[in-house]
Protein backbone atom coordinates (compact mmCIF):
# COMPACT_ATOMS: atom_id res chain seq x y z
CA UNK A 1 0.00 0.00 0.00
CA UNK A 2 0.94 3.67 -0.55
CA UNK A 3 -0.47 7.11 0.59
CA UNK A 4 -0.68 10.32 -0.90
CA UNK A 5 -1.27 13.54 0.59
CA UNK A 6 -3.66 15.03 -1.46
CA UNK A 7 -3.36 19.10 -0.53
CA UNK A 8 -4.95 22.30 -2.51
CA UNK A 9 -5.52 25.56 -2.96
CA UNK A 10 -2.96 27.00 -0.65
CA UNK A 11 -3.43 30.64 -2.05
CA UNK A 12 -0.21 32.31 -0.90
CA UNK A 13 0.40 35.64 -1.32
CA UNK A 14 3.51 37.38 -2.68
CA UNK A 15 4.48 38.32 1.46
CA UNK A 16 4.17 36.02 3.79
CA UNK A 17 1.41 36.74 6.44
CA UNK A 18 -1.49 37.34 4.09
CA UNK A 19 -4.34 38.09 4.31
CA UNK A 20 -6.08 36.62 1.94
CA UNK A 21 -9.56 35.87 1.73
CA UNK A 22 -9.13 36.86 5.56
CA UNK A 23 -6.74 34.21 6.67
CA UNK A 24 -2.93 33.88 6.92
CA UNK A 25 -2.34 31.16 4.38
CA UNK A 26 1.08 30.37 5.53
CA UNK A 27 -0.27 30.09 9.00
CA UNK A 28 -3.08 28.05 7.44
CA UNK A 29 -0.48 25.64 5.54
CA UNK A 30 1.99 25.05 8.39
CA UNK A 31 -0.87 24.32 10.64
CA UNK A 32 -2.34 21.80 8.17
CA UNK A 33 1.60 19.92 7.24
CA UNK A 34 1.74 20.19 11.62
CA UNK A 35 -1.54 17.93 11.72
CA UNK A 36 -0.46 15.78 9.10
CA UNK A 37 3.30 15.17 10.94
CA UNK A 38 1.87 14.86 14.20
CA UNK A 39 0.06 11.47 13.06
CA UNK A 40 3.54 9.83 12.45
CA UNK A 41 2.56 8.69 9.40
CA UNK A 42 4.62 9.53 6.03
CA UNK A 43 3.44 10.09 2.53
CA UNK A 44 4.99 7.88 -0.89
CA UNK A 45 3.82 11.23 -2.77
CA UNK A 46 2.54 14.65 -2.25
CA UNK A 47 -0.61 15.91 -4.36
CA UNK A 48 -1.31 19.13 -4.79
CA UNK A 49 -3.87 20.08 -6.97
CA UNK A 50 -3.89 23.67 -7.80
CA UNK A 51 -3.61 27.25 -6.61
CA UNK A 52 -0.80 27.32 -5.03
CA UNK A 53 -0.70 30.45 -5.14
CA UNK A 54 -3.19 33.86 -4.67
CA UNK A 55 -1.58 36.04 -7.08
CA UNK A 56 1.28 34.17 -9.59
CA UNK A 57 3.93 35.05 -7.18
CA UNK A 58 6.98 33.37 -7.35
CA UNK A 59 8.05 34.26 -3.43
CA UNK A 60 4.56 32.07 -2.85
CA UNK A 61 5.34 29.32 -4.85
CA UNK A 62 8.83 29.45 -3.21
CA UNK A 63 7.50 29.16 0.49
CA UNK A 64 5.04 26.35 -0.77
CA UNK A 65 7.64 24.35 -2.24
CA UNK A 66 9.97 24.86 0.37
CA UNK A 67 7.28 23.58 3.08
CA UNK A 68 6.29 20.48 1.06
CA UNK A 69 10.07 19.52 0.63
CA UNK A 70 10.11 19.37 3.96
CA UNK A 71 8.46 16.43 4.46
CA UNK A 72 10.47 14.15 2.43
CA UNK A 73 7.92 12.70 0.45
CA UNK A 74 8.18 13.60 -4.05
CA UNK A 75 5.78 15.99 -4.66
CA UNK A 76 2.99 16.51 -8.24
CA UNK A 77 0.95 19.30 -8.99
CA UNK A 78 -0.70 21.23 -11.25
CA UNK A 79 -1.49 24.70 -11.61
CA UNK A 80 -4.71 26.13 -10.48
CA UNK A 81 -6.76 29.77 -11.85
CA UNK A 82 -4.63 31.82 -9.83
CA UNK A 83 -1.21 30.60 -10.42
CA UNK A 84 1.05 31.77 -13.46
CA UNK A 85 0.76 29.25 -16.20
CA UNK A 86 4.45 28.58 -15.72
CA UNK A 87 4.18 27.68 -12.52
CA UNK A 88 6.58 25.18 -11.07
CA UNK A 89 6.42 23.14 -7.95
CA UNK A 90 7.98 19.19 -7.64
CA UNK A 91 8.78 16.90 -10.19
CA UNK A 92 7.25 16.03 -13.37
CA UNK A 93 3.42 15.63 -14.02
CA UNK A 94 3.76 11.87 -13.63
CA UNK A 95 4.64 9.52 -10.72
CA UNK A 96 4.69 5.92 -9.92
CA UNK A 97 4.08 4.95 -6.80
CA UNK A 98 3.89 1.14 -5.78
CA UNK A 99 1.59 -0.71 -8.22
CA UNK A 100 -0.13 2.70 -8.94
CA UNK A 101 0.28 5.47 -11.23
CA UNK A 102 -0.73 9.51 -10.59
CA UNK A 103 -1.21 11.44 -13.29
CA UNK A 104 -1.29 15.47 -13.58
CA UNK A 105 -3.62 17.52 -15.87
CA UNK A 106 -3.90 21.06 -16.15
CA UNK A 107 -7.33 22.55 -16.94
CA UNK A 108 -6.13 26.19 -15.94
CA UNK A 109 -6.33 28.53 -18.52
CA UNK A 110 -5.02 32.31 -18.85
CA UNK A 111 -8.00 34.39 -18.16
CA UNK A 112 -10.39 31.98 -17.00
CA UNK A 113 -12.05 31.41 -13.92
CA UNK A 114 -13.79 27.72 -15.27
CA UNK A 115 -11.86 25.00 -16.50
CA UNK A 116 -10.73 23.84 -19.82
CA UNK A 117 -9.50 20.25 -20.08
CA UNK A 118 -7.63 19.06 -23.98
CA UNK A 119 -9.17 15.77 -23.26
CA UNK A 120 -8.19 14.29 -26.50
CA UNK A 121 -4.46 15.26 -25.22
CA UNK A 122 -5.09 13.37 -22.13
CA UNK A 123 -6.13 10.67 -23.86
CA UNK A 124 -3.28 10.17 -25.87
CA UNK A 125 -1.12 10.27 -22.86
CA UNK A 126 -3.03 7.97 -20.52
CA UNK A 127 -3.05 5.48 -23.81
CA UNK A 128 0.53 5.66 -24.47
CA UNK A 129 0.99 3.92 -21.03
CA UNK A 130 0.05 0.67 -19.52
CA UNK A 131 -2.95 -0.18 -17.58
CA UNK A 132 -1.80 -0.29 -13.98
CA UNK A 133 -4.51 1.66 -11.99
CA UNK A 134 -3.93 5.56 -12.22
CA UNK A 135 -5.38 8.58 -10.07
CA UNK A 136 -5.93 11.79 -12.22
CA UNK A 137 -5.47 15.15 -10.83
CA UNK A 138 -6.38 18.42 -11.74
CA UNK A 139 -7.47 22.07 -10.70
CA UNK A 140 -11.24 22.11 -11.69
CA UNK A 141 -13.52 18.82 -10.73
CA UNK A 142 -15.86 17.24 -13.84
CA UNK A 143 -18.57 17.08 -11.24
CA UNK A 144 -19.23 18.94 -7.84
CA UNK A 145 -22.36 19.95 -6.07
CA UNK A 146 -21.85 23.11 -7.83
CA UNK A 147 -23.16 24.62 -10.83
CA UNK A 148 -21.89 27.87 -10.82
CA UNK A 149 -20.16 28.85 -13.76
CA UNK A 150 -17.25 29.78 -12.04
CA UNK A 151 -16.68 25.84 -10.62
CA UNK A 152 -17.41 23.79 -14.32
CA UNK A 153 -14.90 22.11 -16.50
CA UNK A 154 -15.13 22.55 -19.90
CA UNK A 155 -14.67 18.81 -21.31
CA UNK A 156 -16.20 17.10 -18.20
CA UNK A 157 -18.86 15.03 -19.99
CA UNK A 158 -16.09 14.05 -22.52
CA UNK A 159 -13.51 13.30 -19.52
CA UNK A 160 -16.25 10.83 -17.92
CA UNK A 161 -17.20 9.45 -21.01
CA UNK A 162 -13.89 8.52 -22.12
CA UNK A 163 -13.00 7.09 -18.21
CA UNK A 164 -15.96 4.55 -18.43
CA UNK A 165 -13.90 2.96 -21.35
CA UNK A 166 -10.79 3.13 -18.86
CA UNK A 167 -11.51 1.46 -15.91
CA UNK A 168 -7.72 1.63 -14.49
CA UNK A 169 -8.54 4.91 -13.87
CA UNK A 170 -9.50 4.64 -10.36
CA UNK A 171 -9.96 8.43 -8.85
CA UNK A 172 -10.20 11.94 -10.29
CA UNK A 173 -8.57 14.57 -7.23
CA UNK A 174 -9.36 17.80 -8.38
CA UNK A 175 -9.36 21.48 -6.09
CA UNK A 176 -10.39 24.52 -6.62
CA UNK A 177 -14.05 25.04 -4.60
CA UNK A 178 -12.19 24.61 -1.58
CA UNK A 179 -14.97 21.61 -0.77
CA UNK A 180 -14.19 18.26 0.39
CA UNK A 181 -16.30 16.04 -1.47
CA UNK A 182 -16.37 12.27 -2.77
CA UNK A 183 -19.00 11.45 -5.43
CA UNK A 184 -19.54 8.57 -7.53
CA UNK A 185 -18.39 8.62 -11.48
CA UNK A 186 -18.84 6.00 -14.28
CA UNK A 187 -18.46 2.34 -13.23
CA UNK A 188 -15.93 2.31 -9.99
CA UNK A 189 -14.59 5.82 -10.47
CA UNK A 190 -14.39 8.09 -7.43
CA UNK A 191 -14.44 11.84 -7.97
CA UNK A 192 -12.73 13.70 -4.48
CA UNK A 193 -12.50 17.53 -4.42
CA UNK A 194 -10.08 18.52 -1.91
CA UNK A 195 -10.15 21.01 0.80
CA UNK A 196 -8.25 24.09 0.95
CA UNK A 197 -5.63 24.92 3.47
CA UNK A 198 -6.36 28.03 3.38
CA UNK A 199 -10.65 28.74 3.78
CA UNK A 200 -13.42 26.26 3.33
CA UNK A 201 -16.26 27.17 1.00
CA UNK A 202 -19.64 25.44 0.83
CA UNK A 203 -21.09 25.08 -2.78
CA UNK A 204 -25.23 23.84 -3.07
CA UNK A 205 -26.12 24.73 -6.63
CA UNK A 206 -25.13 28.59 -7.70
CA UNK A 207 -24.56 29.17 -4.15
CA UNK A 208 -21.13 29.75 -2.01
CA UNK A 209 -21.23 30.12 1.80
CA UNK A 210 -17.31 31.13 2.44
CA UNK A 211 -15.92 29.67 6.19
CA UNK A 212 -18.50 26.75 6.11
CA UNK A 213 -16.68 23.20 6.01
CA UNK A 214 -14.00 21.92 6.76
CA UNK A 215 -9.67 22.82 5.56
CA UNK A 216 -7.14 20.61 6.30
CA UNK A 217 -6.30 17.78 3.66
CA UNK A 218 -7.30 14.30 1.86
CA UNK A 219 -5.31 11.29 2.62
CA UNK A 220 -5.39 8.47 -0.09
CA UNK A 221 -3.98 4.87 0.11
CA UNK A 222 -3.85 3.10 -2.98
CA UNK A 223 -3.17 -0.92 -2.31
CA UNK A 224 -1.55 -3.19 -4.70
CA UNK A 225 -4.59 -4.77 -5.82
CA UNK A 226 -6.27 -1.61 -7.15
CA UNK A 227 -8.21 -0.64 -4.11
CA UNK A 228 -8.54 3.08 -2.94
CA UNK A 229 -9.35 4.37 0.71
CA UNK A 230 -9.39 8.02 1.47
CA UNK A 231 -10.14 9.96 4.36
CA UNK A 232 -9.71 13.81 5.12
CA UNK A 233 -7.40 15.20 7.60
CA UNK A 234 -9.00 18.48 9.43
CA UNK A 235 -7.01 21.28 10.48
Known amino acids: MVTLLHLSDTHLGATPGGPVMECDPDARLATVLAAWTARGESADLVVHSGDVTDDEHPDAVRRVDEALVALGAPVLAVGGNHDAPTVALGGPDTAEVGAWRVLGARTARPGQIHGT ?46 LAARPHVRAVLSGHLHDAFALPGPGDLVLLGGPSTAQAIAHEGEAMRFGEGLTGARVVRLHDDGRLEHELLEA
Open 117 to 162: LDVPALLHRLDALDDRPTVLVVHHPPRSRSTHEWFQLDGADALLDA
